[in-house]
């Protein structure tokens, strides 16, 4: 996807799970997925990014240490796993491309992208692990209130701890050749 295909229409077909909303209706197509696919997709962005590093924001830390138990536990780490599956495809297939092109194993421009690009991760870990699966489903205001509290700080923690003004600068060197649309 570029920019110019983010619109409101595609993001909400994005999120959309299909037990809890119909699909949503761009052009003469039909969409939905909730992230069954790939929310997001990694390898594209390397094929048309023109950004040297990649920010990745994971919504979903991964399962807990404690093997599920319940019919209702079980459902929910499988959700967890297929939600998380094609993502964590993508970061281990960047990775072993990274490898190959840092050991001369693939040249090209792809070869030459792979050894410049930086992948950065900021991860919501124990905080969003403490609220379990369930809380998938709240769109209580005060709960998303919570998250949103939980996700600057967790942003400014990265702001801090990483040397991030060139990948700022690269970023929004990227994001002038082709702006994301306010709506």
């Given at each position: 996807?570029?920019?110019?295909?983010?619109?409101?229409?595609?993001?909400?077909?994005?999120?959309?799970?299909?037990?809890?909303?119909?699909?949503?209706?761009?052009?003469?197509?039909?969409?939905?997925?909730?992230?069954f696919t790939a929310n997001p997709p990694i390898l594209p962005?390397?094929?048309?990014?023109?950004?040297?590093?990649?920010?990745?924001?994971?919504?979903?830390?991964?399962?807990?240490?404690?093997?599920?138990?319940?019919?209702?536990?079980?459902?929910?780490?499988?959700?967890?796993?297929?939600?998380?599956?094609?993502?964590?495809?993508?970061?281990?297939?960047?990775?072993?491309?990274?490898?190959?092109?840092?050991?001369?194993?693939?040249?090209?421009?792809?070869?030459?992208?792979?050894?410049?690009?930086?992948?950065?991760?900021?991860?919501?870990?124990?905080?969003?692990?403490?609220?379990?699966?369930?809380?998938?489903?709240?769109?209580?205001?005060?709960?998303?209130?919570?998250?949103?509290?939980?996700?600057?700080?967790?942003?400014?923690?990265?702001?801090?701890?990483?040397?991030?003004?060139?990948?700022?600068?690269?970023?929004?060197?990227?994001?002038?050749?082709?702006?994301?649309?306010?709506?």
């Amino acid at each position: 996807f570029t920019n110019r295909q983010i619109t409101a229409e595609a993001v909400l077909a994005s999120a959309t799970l299909p037990w809890l909303h119909h699909a949503v209706k761009i052009g003469d197509r039909h969409y939905w997925d909730g992230g069954f696919t790939a929310n997001p997709p990694i390898l594209p962005l390397l094929e048309g990014g023109k950004a040297r590093d990649i920010l990745l924001v994971r919504l979903d830390s991964g399962g807990s240490d404690n093997p599920p138990l319940t019919a209702r536990a079980i459902h929910a780490r499988l959700n967890q796993i297929m939600f998380t599956a094609p993502l964590n495809h993508d970061l281990d297939q960047f990775a072993d491309l990274q490898r190959m092109a840092r050991a001369g194993s693939l040249g090209g421009p792809l070869g030459r992208r792979l050894i410049e690009t930086r992948l950065h991760t900021i991860d919501g870990g124990e905080d969003l692990r403490a609220f379990g699966q369930a809380s998938k489903m709240n769109a209580q205001r005060g709960f998303l209130q919570e998250l949103h509290g939980l996700g600057r700080a967790r942003a400014e923690t990265w702001l801090d701890s990483q040397d991030h003004r060139e990948a700022e600068q690269s970023i929004a060197a990227a994001s002038k050749e082709e702006p994301c649309p306010s709506s």
